[in-house]
């Protein structure tokens, strides 16, 4: 045990937080501490920024710009970035596709992909639920019949986040329907968004939002040579991807900017002639969170989640779980500590965007405890796998 | 004691329905955001035509001259179909006017409010100040016939639909509240610049008729909460019950069947304490911290079935076009409405001490 940074990772992180706050373009990140939305252009921008820097895909094997970084360094890298308001890579080319593409795909497939996916020049998206497979993924329907040296595509993927900026989607699909288990029917391909057949409906969420679609396929033609890895073995890439999903899902770094921001929002906010922070009702709920966050944060650094040798680490589940459920505490305060200003969405001149855009932000975050393996489902991998307990 | 509605209350939940449903659609039917939707004066109409607005004026001044109870009925069934209008609102300005006004004013407004021709709106909130009845920064100056109010009041819903606003400002004397007689205002912020306005009383007077006023609003928002809730409740057992995962029902999921027996029960606890306001709300003087613990049970409730109703429903909980989120997006308003958790728990406190223990009956 040791409780310190050793020097050479104080002085990483120094590094890092110099890059984020010093070099790193200053109005991407003001659009983000601000709490205005980004374009997709600015999302790219971030990504390719990053990634000139080596500052994109550090989980990545090296040889594809990834980083021999420890599991600390990570952590640090993480929070420095979210701390500082830089907008995060896409969890979709950095966290998911990118990792599965280097691991099982095939040289060409990784020559093709990796470096235009790591700039985020491609922006990919998640095609995996379904409406009738969401928690149990495995009852997915989309079908690909291989015809020739293309695979052909019906079906339909559903919650597809930010789907319609997207130039590709790796998509899970049913290439053996007479296998035994479903799981064993399943593989992994990649398309092309403007393929012929391809219909993106927006869905909007409740803040208004439209950040979901769902994703329809009549007769997509894919070349064959847009499989990843085997055929029929898409589940197990795909369980190596959701254990890779959770790095970083637990959000330390974004809570702790936001519970900041928030703290200098409830100074805002008069009380009396003191102010919100000063309420004993309201301070003891930042203590709480802010100490529940103290050890969300040393749990990930205890347990380092994530993924080894393609095999998820049960305990990353608790990571979000717990991180998850405090985003959504801390959101719910930010609507408490709006007031009678949380009765409004649009910012008005007196009505600062932050107490304004409270109410849809905490309702929008409602998601967080459902998607990427909802909390229930989180449980049930803690119960099962860390305490045995199989019903 | 008897919580069983009479026969009449019935028949005007009924009518209510009816009214709603002839009205056509939510905001979630047609897709639109959770946002507070503005002012549908169409359904304000029906619901004038059905009475609502006029239930608990006095039929001296217009009204129907019944109580608390039965508007209380119909609040539920807004809440039930995802509607809103102004009745709260109206509520508390017409509380205002009904025990401040001179008897013409009253009677004009009061009578106008109930035929759907006048809508007071009380314009109380100040921006980012935490809520409190009492004024700060919208500060009243004048005498007599000739007042003047300046500072901005926000949000106020519904302001630009107002034909009066019932404004409360820091005079010399306290709290004033005043009447201002065709606002303008372009959305949710009120500004007054040298306004001028009516004084309704001041000091004392102002305050106890606030303190009613806001209980007898806070009743009928704990009523509305009841109807979203009981609508959430019934979209999440009718979800557990048809929706497969797994190859089986949610519904054979003990881990959310018992949940949802948990929002049952934080449900009839908050509709006990709501009937048991609305109640309180039809004796005179009202007893105010009986409906401030109301609204505290109603605020518990309201989070955590408006949170458990998205999170069992999965990803279509949190989309606008599914109800279950639009009516979680009302409990979340409704509960910021004139207080809050904090004001709320700050205000009773401040009384503990008065007394060994809260009693019911009697
Ligand atoms: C905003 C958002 C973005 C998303 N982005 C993507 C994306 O980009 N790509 C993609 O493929 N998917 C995406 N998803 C989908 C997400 O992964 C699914 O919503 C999630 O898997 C839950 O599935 P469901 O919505 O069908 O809910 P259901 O699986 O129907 O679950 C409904 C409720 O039942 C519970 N439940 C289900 N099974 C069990 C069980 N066995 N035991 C106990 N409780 C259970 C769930 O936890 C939930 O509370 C997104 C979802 C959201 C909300």
């Not at chain 2, 009120?190 to 006023?213: K, N, P, W, Y």
């Not at chain 2, 029960?265 to 304490?273: F, T």
Request: negative net charge; contains cysteine; charged residues 20%.
């Amino acid at each position: 045990m040791q409780r310190r940074l050793s020097a050479d990772e104080s002085a990483f992180q120094q590094r890092m937080r110099d890059y984020f706050t010093q070099e790193f373009p200053a109005h991407l990140r003001e659009k983000v501490t601000s709490g205005r939305k980004l374009t997709p252009e600015d999302i790219r921008l971030s990504q390719s920024t990053l990634a000139a820097a080596g500052l994109a895909t550090p989980g990545w094997p090296t040889e594809w710009g990834g980083q021999d970084w420890t599991p600390l360094q990570k952590h640090i890298w993480n929070s420095e970035l979210q701390s500082a308001g830089v907008p995060p890579p896409l969890p979709f080319n950095a966290s998911m596709v990118g990792p599965v593409i280097a691991t099982f795909g095939s040289e060409e497939l990784k020559q093709r992909f990796l470096p235009r996916t790591a700039t985020a020049e491609i922006w990919w998206c998640q095609g995996f639920s379904e409406p009738g497979a969401g928690s149990d993924l495995a009852a997915l329907r989309t079908t690909a019949v291989r015809e020739g040296d293309e695979y052909v595509v019906n079906g339909q993927k559903t919650w597809t986040t930010l789907g319609q900026h997207a130039d590709w989607m790796f998509a899970l699909v049913r290439t053996d329907p007479d296998a035994p288990k479903k799981q064993a029917g399943i593989s992994f391909i990649l398309l092309d968004m403007k393929s012929e057949g391809i219909t993106v409906r927006p869905i909007r969420t409740i803040d208004g939002d439209t950040e979901v679609n769902e994703v329809f396929f009549d007769n997509v033609r894919v070349p064959a040579d847009q499989l990843v890895g085997e055929e029929n073995r898409g589940w197990d890439y795909a369980k190596f991807l959701l254990g890779n999903e959770r790095v970083g899902v637990a959000n330390t770094g974004l809570i702790k900017r936001w519970l900041a921001e928030l703290k200098e929002h409830a100074q805002q906010v008069r009380l009396g002639d003191g102010s919100l922070l000063d309420d004993p009702a309201i301070a003891a709920r930042f203590v709480d969170l802010e100490s529940q966050l103290m050890g969300l944060e040393l749990t990930v650094v205890r347990v380092s989640g994530g993924s080894e040798n393609g095999r998820p680490n049960p305990a990353s589940s608790i990571l979000k779980l717990c991180g998850s459920q405090l985003q959504q505490e801390v959101l719910e305060l930010a609507v408490d500590i709006s007031g009678p200003m949380a009765l409004i969405w649009d910012e008005l001149e007196s009505v600062p965007g932050w107490a304004a855009r409270s109410v849809p932000t905490y309702l929008n975050y409602r998601k967080a405890t459902i998607y990427g393996g909802s909390s229930e489902v989180q449980r049930g991998i803690v119960a099962a796998t860390i305490l045995g307990l199989k019903g | 004691m008897d919580f069983s509605p009479t026969d009449e209350q019935q028949a005007l939940a009924e009518a209510v329905r009816g009214t709603l449903r002839r009205h056509g659609s939510p905001a979630a039917e047609r897709g639109e955001s959770g946002a507070p939707s503005g002012h549908d004066d169409a359904l304000w109409q029906s619901l004038v035509q059905a009475g609502v607005p006029a239930l608990v004026w006095a039929e001296e001044d217009g009204g129907i001259g019944a109580g608390f109870t039965d508007v209380s009925a119909a609040a539920t069934e807004l809440g039930r179909a995802r509607l809103q209008v102004p009745l709260a609102e109206t509520i508390v300005a017409g509380s205002l006017i009904a025990s401040l006004a001179s008897d013409a004013v009253r009677r004009e407004l009061l009578g106008g409010l109930s035929e759907g021709t006048a809508l007071p709106i009380p314009a109380l909130a100040e921006p980012l100040r935490a809520w409190s009845p009492q004024p700060t920064d919208v500060v009243a100056s004048g005498s007599g016939d000739a007042w003047t109010l300046t500072g901005t009041k926000a949000p106020v819903p519904y302001g630009p639909d107002a034909t009066h606003l019932v404004v409360t400002a820091a005079t010399d004397g306290g709290t004033g509240v005043f009447l201002v007689t065709a606002p303008e205002a372009a959305n949710a912020e009120v500004v007054l610049d040298g306004t001028s306005a009516t004084l309704l009383a001041q000091g004392e007077a102002a305050d106890s008729a606030i303190s009613e006023a806001l209980a007898l609003g806070g009743v009928v928002l704990c009523a509305e909460a009841v109807g979203a809730m009981d609508e959430a409740l019934r979209l999440t057992t009718d979800y557990l019950d048809t929706r497969t995962q797994f190859g089986r029902k949610l519904a054979s999921f003990q881990t959310l069947t018992h949940r949802a027996a948990d929002m049952y029960a934080q449900l009839e606890i908050a509709r006990s304490a709501t009937l048991y306001a609305a109640m309180v709300a039809d004796e005179r003087p009202v007893d105010a911290d009986h409906v401030l613990r109301a609204r505290l049970v109603v605020d518990r409730a309201a989070r955590l079935v408006g949170q458990e109703a998205i999170q069992m429903h999965g990803g279509i909980g949190v989309t606008a076009e599914h109800p279950v989120s639009h009516l979680t997006a009302r409990l979340t308003a409704i509960t910021r409405t004139w207080g809050d958790r904090r004001s709320q728990q700050a205000e009773l406190a401040t009384r503990l001490a008065d007394h060994r223990s809260v009693e019911v009956l009697g």
